[in-house]
């Protein structure tokens, strides 16, 4: 695995930068909503928690087993933070991450996660050089499934109620891709965007 990334990437809407002290207000503005939390598997932190959690983020190491790296998701005609995305690395030695996102639903149906998770999915592969890079998902998230189907990833598993919140089991998909299949997928877009 090669060293930190240095943000910020631009893609074609969206920067994907580290978050910045000024973001507390719009990270609270998703990150205290039931409806985003439902698929978290938790309640949402409340006023100090939510402080102390967004500290954490600022300052989270990006070296080891279970570090995360969190990037800030704003629009480029405008600057707002209208998301996150994330790394989090699950097995160094065996060059493995998963992939996360947490959007505002105000900004839905536009196409920008898929667009900031095939920038952090790239990011992974290409710069911090994973092999394989997977996410986990509430089955009845479908936002969420819809973004890596979009993406072109694989569902490898369907986990049997293997998480449970207020009294309710879940069921997860794990979605993946190694890094071959991503540069394939790719190659296969360039060409037919020719």
């Known amino acids: 695995m090669n060293a930190t ?14 978050f910045a002290r000024d973001d507390l207000a719009a990270y609270s503005a998703y990150h205290t ?28 190491p990006f070296a080891n087993d279970g570090d995360t ?15 996150e995305v994330l790394l989090k690395i699950a097995n160094k030695a065996a060059l493995q991450a998963e992939v996360g996102y947490i959007f505002n639903p105000a900004f839905a149906g536009k196409g920008y996660a ?14 911090l050089g994973y092999h394989r890079i997977f996410a ?9 499934i819809g973004v890596v189907e979009r993406l072109k990833m ?3 598993a369907h986990l049997i109620q293997n998480d ?4 309710t089991w879940g069921d997860e ?22």
């Not at 990334?5 to 580290?18: A, D, F, N, S, W």
């Not at 898929?114 to 710069?127: C, K, P, S, Y």
């Not at 986990?136 to 969420?144: A, E, F, M």
């Open 136 to 144: 986990r998902l509430d089955t009845l998230n479908h936002g969420s």
């Open 33 to 60: 909503r039931a409806d985003v939390y439902r698929f978290l598997y938790t309640a949402p932190p409340a006023a100090e928690a939510l402080k102390a959690q967004f500290e954490a983020v600022l300052s989270a």
């Open 5 to 18: 990334p240095h943000p910020p990437i631009r893609t074609e809407r969206l920067t994907l930068r580290q």
């Open 173 to 194: 998909f794990i979605y993946a891709m190694l890094k071959s299949e991503w540069q394939t997928s790719n190659a296969q877009d360039a060409r037919s965007n020719r």
């Open 164 to 167: 449970r919140f207020n009294d």
């Open 114 to 127: 898929t667009e900031a998770v095939r920038a952090i999915i790239d990011l992974g592969f290409d710069q």
């Open 154 to 156: 694989r569902k490898e």
């Open 69 to 83: 790296l969190r990037l800030a998701v704003t629009r480029s005609q405008d600057g707002a933070l209208i998301g």
